[in-house]
């Protein structure tokens, strides 16, 4: 089975009327190819353990993937928190394990740990976290960076455990994911550094006696002819380059390994048969800027090959601002059928 993801931005910047995230949510309700809804987390956002409940109270089968930084709260505050919305959710919950990203926006939350340094805290986090939810009885914890007693809580998640979502290029990212992840989520590549990607996290979970799921971030163009795709994603790209900053980038302090390799393959715009990195080179690396541009036909075809390499979830957004259009149902539900 095919899964399709895509993201929501809680509240526009500087916008205080609810009416608009009222708007969105519904219109993700009603999508019957949206399997999971990525709230993500920025420290000078709205924050998502508000907007990802209020969600939650107006719909049926929105099912969120809330973005968590480790380090911003407890671990035991944690598991209580994401067992009870999972509760109240009546099971619709996953949890975006974020330990990288930007270290301004780390240090705006007080966080300052080198990121080796903050993998291995995170290990630890999500060992109580499991242990929390799974434990029949009370238990203590002294480690490195935690230390709790008679650790139990009284409600326990309705799914057992949250299924945790990550990603990450580095080698501390990769044995993070191999231990924790229930699903590895990677950044737009072509077909090489995809296939090459996935057999190291699968390598890496092995080692844990673990297996691995896969899902794959990319912008989608999709036009009855290419000319017509073209012209959507040039659109986009005009509106990123003529905008004064109001599309999320990469930050230029940004060092990590991702970026990095993201970066590397704006050296040519297109790859394989429809994959465009010209959006990667204007927004710096940013992380969900790779696309795929060209007709249903091209681009299920593109899909098909990610799909035999392993990965059977796809994080889809289109346009400028990376954000689900409904326009995107139809072919999306004709991707389902044929992928399954």
Request: a negative charge.
């Amino acid at each position: 089975m095919v899964e399709f993801f895509t993201g929501l931005q809680p509240l526009e910047t500087g916008e205080t009327d609810p009416e608009k995230l009222i708007e969105r949510v519904r219109e993700l309700d009603r999508s019957e190819v949206i399997d999971r809804v990525l709230v993500g987390y920025s420290s000078t956002w709205p924050h998502n353990h508000a907007t990802a409940p209020f969600a939650l109270a107006l719909t049926e089968k929105f099912s969120p993937i809330i973005a968590h930084r480790p380090g911003v709260m407890s671990p035991v505050a944690a598991a209580r928190y994401f067992a009870t919305l999972d509760v109240l959710a009546r099971g619709r919950l996953a949890i975006n394990v974020v330990v990288g990203g930007s270290e301004k926006d780390l240090r705006r939350e007080s966080d300052d740990l080198p990121k080796a340094e903050r993998y291995r805290r995170a290990i630890e986090y999500l060992d109580i976290v499991r242990r929390t939810w799974t434990s029949p009885e009370p238990f203590d914890h002294h480690g490195a960076y935690y230390a709790a007693e008679a650790v139990k809580i009284l409600t326990k998640p309705q799914q057992g455990q949250v299924p945790i979502f990550m990603g990450g290029e580095s080698a501390d990212a990769v044995d993070f994911g191999a231990r924790h992840a229930d699903l590895y989520m990677l950044w737009g590549e072509p077909f090489a550094g995809t296939k090459e990607r996935i057999q190291r996290v699968m390598a890496a979970a092995e080692g844990y006696d673990r297996t691995m799921r896969f899902s794959l971030s990319l912008r989608l163009f999709v036009g009855d002819t290419d000319d017509d795709a073209w012209a959507q994603a040039r659109s986009a790209e005009r509106q990123i380059g003529e905008s004064s900053g109001k599309f999320l980038r990469s930050s230029s302090t940004d060092t990590s390994v991702g970026r990095r390799r993201a970066l590397a393959l704006t050296d040519e715009e297109l790859h394989d048969d429809c994959f465009w990195s010209g959006l990667t080179k204007l927004l710096g690396g940013f992380a969900n800027s790779q696309a795929l541009v060209g007709t249903e036909e091209r681009i299920l075809n593109t899909l098909g090959t990610y799909r035999d390499l392993g990965v059977d979830t796809f994080l889809v957004t289109t346009g400028a601002e990376a954000a689900w259009d409904p326009a995107l149902e139809s072919f999306l539900a004709r991707a389902k059928k044929e992928l399954a």
